[in-house]
């Protein structure tokens, strides 16, 4: 895995300038983002030192920048490359170049948080593991996931202080035609943790029972208002009209239209008709508004 996935070490202060300054002009090495000027002008430095390093290729597998870690210390934890002519983080994809082939195979892919989220999953042979330098998802990575699979299941942490974030990134995947399903990995683990602690199998099964990003939206929704009162069900019935009238499948819309009206309606399936044409109505509202 270390070899495939190349990972090194950047040793102490200074040693990767003092290696490559022979080599290579300083000028090109700071454009490369791998060493940058000191602040009193006496030097360079270089930009990772004391931290595990994940080299970030592009499509055709040329490393173009690099992500790192520390394992002590009280700096940032991860680190990638700053903006470069090469290296742009919104066009990249972290272990594309590994796993477009599985991802045209199975005609899917899923989308990690990071680095060894990625390449876990990889080590234990399920390939078409990829993770965004970020969770917000930008159209550029939306188009690159969409020419490789029609199927994206995220394994993203939705209960963090970015979830509108993310969301809006995944709404964006959606609009490109990919299938978006979310899964919601047991106890809130990541992806590594979870398959090192219960194995490759679990991990699998986890993946059978992502669910649409649509359902996932229409849950949050509910549980966000949850409660018996009428103000809390009209709540409800505000939000999840919201999410239903992005839905552009006049079909799949009143599908789940009805599923959600039979959920809110609860214990009394007689409540359920008054459900859908509230729902309805709501979502007729929000759909004249554009």
């Known amino acids: 895995t270390i070899r495939r996935f190349r990972l090194g ?3 102490g202060r200074g040693a990767l300038y003092r290696t490559l300054k022979n080599r290579f002009p300083p000028e090109m090495l700071q454009k490369v ?3 940058l000027p000191r602040r009193d002008g006496s030097g ?12 970030i290729a592009d499509l055709a597998g040329r490393v173009i920048g690099f992500g790192g870690r520390i394992l002590e210390g009280q700096a940032a ?39 060894m989220d990625v390449i876990m999953p990889h080590q234990y042979g399920i390939q078409n593991v990829v993770a965004p330098l970020g969770t917000a998802l930008t159209d550029e990575q939306c188009r690159m996931i969409r020419q490789q699979a029609a199927q994206a299941i995220v394994a993203f942490d939705m209960d963090t202080a970015g979830q509108m974030a993310t969301l809006r990134g995944l709404e964006k995947l ?17 992806p590594d943790e979870y398959i090192r602690e219960h194995g490759v199998e679990a991990f699998e099964r986890a ?5 649409p990003l649509i359902e996932f939206k229409l849950r949050n929704a509910m549980v966000k208002h949850e409660g018996n009162t009428p103000e809390a069900k009209a709540r409800a019935l ?14 799949l819309r009143e599908a789940y239209a009805d599923q959600v009206a039979e959920k809110l309606a609860g214990q009394n399936p007689l409540a359920k008709p008054d459900m859908k044409i509230a729902i309805d109505r709501q979502m007729n509202r929000l759909l004249r508004q554009g």
Do not use: H
């Open 77 to 115: 934890k991860y680190k990638n490359t700053a903006e470069t002519p090469l290296f742009s983080k919104r066009q990249l994809l972290f272990g594309l170049d590994q796993a477009k082939e599985a991802m045209r195979a199975r005609n899917q892919a899923i989308l990690v948080e990071g680095y």
């Open 9 to 11: 070490w950047a040793p």
């Open 238 to 251: 505000e939000s999840v009209a919201r999410v239903l009238a992005d839905v552009k499948d006049e079909v």
């Open 44 to 55: 360079y430095k270089d930009a990772f030192f004391d931290r595990v390093m994940f080299p």
């Open 33 to 35: 983002g791998l060493i």
């Open 207 to 211: 993946l059978n029972e992502a669910i």
């Open 174 to 190: 959606y609009d490109t035609g990919c299938d978006v399903r979310v899964l919601q990995i047991p106890d809130g683990k990541d």
